[in-house]
């Protein structure tokens, strides 16, 4: 597995707990105020105790002025894709283009049922994910010149409307998973791909997965660069080694991350910090994300 040569991109995790709004708000500010780029925020409806992911992340944007912001992932299974990608035009107008797209087929069929979805699973659930995403960018790039979006899908059936207002720039629309029919639908279809968190998908199973996008991209006359890649990383930067994730010092996270982007063909990466605080926010912003990137440019120059 090769670099893919997409710029990079680094962020911070940020839990929509429901109870601390504050502390979220301070996290954020001190991202945006560190020079990082992106701020992740994960999405699960059902769950009482975080606030609604859509609803947190307009609120964070109003806060801020220049971090971007980029669910992980809306769960698809609970929300119409039309009707979303409103949101989502909506949303990146209000931030000034500070919206990234991203969206995953929507787990835990029980809970999604609890909450009138159709709890769909296996193959259908997958099915229904690959036409909400048609729907997503098609719709989303249809608002940029007032074009009509139609569909017909066994899920899915859009008549014919025009999305609007057009968003301040062209919203890109990621997909999260890993099984194998989620990745080649990423292939297929998506700008991105949010890779589960590296306990999830370890990174020696990395490059099977980015193999599956690659040959379904190129099946359909895509180009692997097409699509843009993202991993998720819990751990924490300090004297603690061991433990879930990446855990050690500065230079084992440097070392790691030059490799996952040369190496694996990640080119953002977003730090779930095992303890969130101020210090590893520096700690990752300060002396992590800097050296990765003069080590990246340096080892791209050679080839």
Known sequence: MADYGAPLRFGLSVTPDAENLSDIIELTRAVEEAGLDLIAIQDHPYQPAYFD????????AAH????????????????PPAMLAKAAVTLDVLSGGRFDLAVGAGGYAPLVEGMG?????????????????????HAVDAALNNRAVTFSGAHHQVRGF????????????????LRPKMLA???RYADGWICPINTGLPP???????????????????QPQDVRRLYNILGSIGPHV??????????????????????????????????PSADQVRLFADEVVPQVRQRVAEIRQRK
């Open 185 to 187: 639908l990423t292939g």
């Open 242 to 275: 061991g433990g879930p994730g990446l855990n050690g010092p500065v230079e084992l996270w440097v070392d790691t991350l030059t490799e996952w982007v040369v190496d694996l063909g990640f080119d953002s990466m977003i730090f779930w910090p095992a303890a």
């Open 162 to 177: 025009h999305l609007g207002p057009a968003p301040a720039h062209r919203i890109p629309v990621w997909v999260g998973g």
């Open 117 to 137: 979805g159709t709890g769909l699973t296996g193959g259908a659930l997958v099915a229904a994910a690959a036409e909400s995403v048609q729907i997503l960018r």
């Open 53 to 60: 992911t859509w609803t947190l992340i307009t609120h964070l």
């Open 204 to 222: 020696e199973k990395v490059p099977e997965a980015q193999r599956i996008i690659d040959t379904a991209a190129s099946e359909v006359g895509r």
């Open 64 to 79: 801020t002025s220049r971090i971007r912001f980029i669910p992980d992932v809306l769960n698809l299974a609970l929300r």
